[in-house]
């Protein structure tokens, strides 16, 4: 792992600082867990951050595909469930979404008759045979090491013609310039070495979203596609404050991989500036069908 010469100075792990930041995010993080639990306190302003600059681009897309009264959804790895809701409507009452989270928390909320939350883990828990004839997960995969047989689970779900589409992020490397968070080199350096450590130790995928296509078609699902949107953001847009909560949800594994409290929150407040201005994380669509 790389790290700047600035984060190596800043090593504090004992100061008081670090302490506080360890008690706002309030436990302790081991290697392999999801780190961006639903239980956190702030779990429900980063979903709805996640939903509020997500969903107009995801809307989209869901309307391009085609979905009919009275399919049969599931939402993988649902969230808040800003999209259930919206496959509630479209199948109507004669359909059926099924909301999946292995932390339903925020689902059990939803009072829709045609939707129905299944608390289950993606990894661990078989899915029903050809059940769906639509399935979607958003910003899911990028957390799971395991997407790969993930995917060939979601697509043994779909009936034959059933649909998948997956939509997950992607970054271009910091240091090339027109994708710099910030003019401060080491902020950008910073930030990038950040995301390694996330990649390395925290289960999170930056690239998902580009390598989803060839597991769809190593899973046997043909007519896959895939494209990409990149928005622009500014500092104190949905997409940056949404960033700045991740980054104090995910201190805890910083702290664990040497990084100075005061080094994370000084990233973490570059996305609170009005003045930043940076391109968002990529988000790759991917869709692809079951043969009949
Ligand atoms: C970043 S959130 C995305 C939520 C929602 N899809 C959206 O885009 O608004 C990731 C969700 O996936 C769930 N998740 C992560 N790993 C999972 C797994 N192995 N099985 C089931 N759900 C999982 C998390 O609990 C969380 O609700």
Redesign the pocket.
């Known amino acids: 792992m790389h790290r700047s010469g600035f984060v190596r100075k800043g090593i504090a792990l004992g100061s008081a600082f670090a302490a506080s930041m360890l008690l706002t995010v309030g436990h302790l993080w081991a290697d392999g867990q999801?780190a961006?639990?639903?239980q956190w306190e702030k779990a429900r302003e980063r979903?709805q951050l996640?939903?509020d600059y997500?969903n107009p681009y995801?809307f989209q897309q869901l309307e391009q595909a085609s979905i009919q009264k009275g399919w049969t959804c599931l939402?993988?790895?649902?969230?808040?469930g800003?999209?259930t809701r919206w496959l509630s409507d479209k199948v109507g009452p004669d359909g059926q979404v099924d909301a999946?989270?292995?932390?339903t928390v925020f689902l059990e909320e939803i009072d829709k008759p045609n939707v129905h939350i299944l608390k289950?883990?993606?990894?661990?828990d078989p899915l029903p045979e050809a059940k769906y004839d639509f399935i979607f997960?958003?910003?899911?995969l990028m957390?799971?090491p395991e997407r790969e047989e993930?995917v060939h689970s979601l697509a043994g779900a779909l009936k034959p013609g059933g649909i998948l589409m997956v939509?997950d992020i992607a970054i271009l490397p910091y240091g090339v310039p027109y994708q710099r968070l910030t003019d401060d080199a080491v902020l950008n350096t910073t930030m990038q070495n950040l995301i390694s450590t996330l990649e390395e130790y925290g289960h999170l995928s930056f690239h998902s979203g580009y390598k989803n296509i060839f597991y769809f078609e190593d899973a046997g699902l043909v007519d896959a596609n895939a494209h990409s949107f990149s928005p622009f953001a500014r500092g104190q847009s949905s997409e940056a404050k949404m960033r700045h909560l991740s980054l104090l949800q995910l201190t805890p594994v910083f702290l664990k991989h040497g990084y100075n409290a005061e080094t994370v929150e000084q990233v973490r407040q570059h996305f609170l500036n009005e003045n930043a201005r940076f391109w968002g994380f990529v988000r790759v669509i991917t869709t692809g069908r079951k043969p009949l």
């Open positions: 999801y961006l639990s639903n979903l996640l939903e997500s995801t939402d993988a790895g649902a969230g808040l800003g999209v999946l989270d292995m932390e289950k883990n993606l990894v661990t997960a958003r910003d899911v957390h799971i993930v939509e």
